[in-house]
């Protein structure tokens, strides 16, 4: 695979994430990445993006104003036959994903789709768990996979209605599928997040070595982490600045408060 066939995408739309999330994600992705890549945002406002970061419209799928509001429905859109003619090998990341090192190896897999399992891998003691599919991360092919949206739309309103969200969608209505290996992919609820109690005393702890992509899933997003004051759900919670995580921030150009 040559350098120019890989894309690295990720989606923005609304108000929730902000233009520095793209922009500390693409820094972050160029410190991670050896090859040479394309780094596209599909997004409904491109206003603030870097340099480098390439924009284009969130393509309609015939998707209704409630599906933008609850769940990820739109990430099926990447899935077209013909994505803004973009070939080769596409790796789609969520904009609350903090990337430590070496994407390149999520590209070399040779499956057709590859996703973010987190049964077994991210529960402890639940080996036997089946793998749950998460849309957090996901690799393809670009051009390869329009039956899923043409899935998708024959029976839209039932499928949002068994599944609730995209990814379970996305398991079901998947002809084949893989999961990135064991402890590529962390989860910072699951493997970084302090025990009740010690998290108000301790800092998360520092991501491993054999960790490439931080998945942050619900509460807290990476922001909550790199500013004052409270962050997490009860039981867990915790309080100010995480240096490592500031200095994740800091250094892919993301502003810090004091």
Known sequence: MSG?????????????????????????????????????????????????????PIPDIGLQPKHWRGGGWPKFAVFKADLYGLKGRALFIDLDMVILRDLDALFDLP???????SGKNWRPGREEAADEVMTSVFAFTLGENQYLIDGLMTDLDALVAKHGYEQAALGALARSMAFF??????????????????????EPKMPPETAKIIAFHGEPRPLDLVRPGWWGELPHVGRGNVSWMVRYWRDNGGSVAS
């Not at 894309?7 to 040479?36: D, F």
């Not at 402890?183 to 302090?194: A, D, G, P, T």
Request: glycine share 6%; aromatic share 10%; proline share 9%.
């Open 111 to 117: 499956d057709p789709l590859i996703t973010l399992g």
């Open 181 to 202: 290996p064991p402890r590529w992919v962390i989860s910072f609820k699951r493997h970084l997040r302090r025990p009740v109690i010690l998290d108000l005393m301790l």
């Open 4 to 56: 120019t066939d890989r894309v690295i995408l990720c989606m923005k739309w609304g108000t929730l994430y902000g233009p520095e999330y793209v922009n500390v994600l693409y820094s972050a992705c160029r410190r991670a990445m050896r090859q040479p890549f394309r780094f596209v945002c599909l997004t409904d406002d491109p206003a603030g993006l870097a340099e480098g970061v390439e924009s284009f």
